[in-house]
């Protein structure tokens, strides 16, 4: 696996990001802990996620891929072995109102998504957290 520095982080990681938004609504838990395994195995180091996903989008699925990757962290106690990024839900266009309101990017409902995201992954932080 070739890798990349994140930034000037100093941070290392593998040119292939794991994306996960459909897990919790077109993947299974199940499926999704044989792909974080899979790509670890391979040396793939880096997990994007975000609170709005499993994708599409909705109320019922809200926040549920952060919660498989937290439950994968707490069942394999991996967290440094992989860099791990989330997104907030920036503002609103009609089509995520079920997640604050309608997200706005201030600094109340950025914090809100984080501490969200943050207990959902089990994990106390983010390598890079990112507007989505």
């Not at 040119?15 to 391979?42: K, P, R, Y």
Request: proline letters at 2%; glycine letters at 10%; aromatic letters at 8%.
């Amino acid at each position: 696996m070739k890798y990349r520095k994140l930034g000037n982080s100093g941070i290392d990681v593998s040119v292939i990001c794991l994306g996960t938004m459909t897990w919790g609504g077109q993947n299974t838990q199940s499926d999704a802990f044989e792909q974080l395994d899979f790509a670890l195995e391979q040396g793939v180091n880096f997990v994007d996620t975000a609170e709005l996903y499993a994708i599409p989008p909705s109320k019922e699925t809200y926040g549920k891929t952060e919660t498989i990757i937290g439950n994968w962290l707490a069942k394999n106690k991996k967290r440094d072995s992989i860099i791990l990024a989330s997104k907030v839900a920036g503002n609103s266009k009609g089509w995520i109102d079920h997640i604050r309101q309608g997200p706005k990017l201030n600094r109340q409902q950025m914090t809100e998504a984080l501490d969200g995201s943050l207990k959902r992954l089990q994990t106390n932080y983010l390598d890079l957290y990112q507007i989505h």
